[in-house]
């Protein structure tokens, strides 16, 4: 039994409303008029006779709905475990691109940063940096943790986290979406494409970020230079 044409774009649960609704006029049919003891002093014979026809015509129709959100809710599972294993790989090779430039959940490279603000001016604006995100030191007057490091750290576990959302997006182009299909279709290897975003370093925006962001730059790897010296002082200590 195929779909009917006018269903062809609706999800299961519209489908499955449909039914629903069906359902109840056909069951009202039965229930209320030709169940109805009552129902030969409202309607004339052929009335009945043509509200039985009506019916079962209700139920036909509702099995064929029945069927039709069967087949529906099947598709939306096949979609969604396709959708669920895109993001699985993109936002891997997100994270792997960005610790493949170092791997320290504490610092945050030039490299890194770089490669972070090239990528985003591919992103129509959309995920374009603020100034104040670019900058270690935001916040550095009126924060109330322990010390300053202590927020430097944390602006730099949001510069990855943002790096990240914004390597996820440059790589879930990988794949769009086939109307003619109904399926996900790659469109590059996603590790071809992961190559592709690391290569934005010999990109021209590649080197306009690292002119353009000299200052924060310079303050970012004096904490970087920090945090390295302070764990070669722990490492000595425990040798």
Not at 192 to 202: D, F, I, R, S, V
């Amino acid at each position: 039994m195929s779909d009917l044409d006018f269903t062809k774009h609706w999800t299961s649960d519209r489908t499955r409303r449909k039914q629903t609704a069906l359902t109840r006029l056909s069951n009202g049919l039965l229930k209320e008029v030709i169940e109805d003891p009552f129902s030969k002093d409202l309607f004339e014979r052929e009335e009945i006779e043509a509200m039985k026809v009506a019916a079962q015509a209700l139920s036909n129709a509702k099995k064929k709905f029945a069927h039709i959100k069967e087949r529906k809710v099947r598709i939306e599972k096949r979609k969604d475990n396709e959708l669920a294993n895109i993001e699985k790989q993109y936002k891997q090779y997100a994270i792997e691109t960005l610790n493949s430039l170092n791997p320290n959940p504490d610092t945050f490279t030039r490299e890194q940063f770089c490669l972070w603000v090239a990528a985003a001016s591919f992103t129509g604006s959309l995920l374009n940096p603020e100034n104040w995100e670019l900058d270690i030191n935001d916040g550095i007057d009126k924060h109330y943790l322990e010390n300053d490091n202590a927020l430097r750290k944390r602006n730099v576990q949001a510069m990855r986290e943002k790096a990240i959302k914004t390597f996820e997006h440059h790589l879930r182009r990988s794949w769009k979406f086939s109307f003619k299909n109904d399926s996900w279709e790659v469109i590059v290897p996603i590790k071809e494409a992961a190559m592709h975003l690391k290569n934005l370093m010999n990109h021209q925006k590649y080197i306009e970020a690292e002119k353009n962001h000299a200052y924060q730059l310079e303050h970012l790897e004096a904490y970087n230079r920090e945090v390295e010296a302070v764990k070669r002082r722990k490492d000595i200590k425990s040798v």
